[in-house]
């Protein structure tokens, strides 16, 4: 069940803001942009033959440089699914 499997953190997260979450994975999956309408967190996803496989949650507070870095690769992986 997908509650059991969800870190601590976001256990206690409302049905509004989980559906914030995929909506903005889902976002990033096809225009691979991360969304400002997740407040307190950057959201990322993988692509797999097509279809979105995982979705990546940081805290928007961590090392800025580090999630650049991090989306970039994921985009350039993204990409090369296509």
């Known amino acids: 069940k997908f509650s059991e499997r969800r870190p601590v953190e976001l256990r206690p997260m409302t049905k509004a803001g989980r559906s ?5 994975a889902f976002r990033f999956a096809d225009l ?7 407040p307190g967190w950057d959201v990322t996803s993988l692509v797999l033959k097509g279809e979105m496989d995982t979705v990546f949650l940081v805290r ?23």
Do not use: H, V
Request: no cysteine; hydrophobic share 30%.
């Open 32 to 38: 691979r942009t991360s969304s400002s309408k997740t």
């Open 20 to 24: 914030e979450i995929f909506r903005a």
């Open 60 to 82: 928007s507070e961590s090392d800025p440089e580090a999630r650049r870095k991090w989306r970039e690769m994921l985009n350039a992986f993204n990409l090369a699914q296509r």
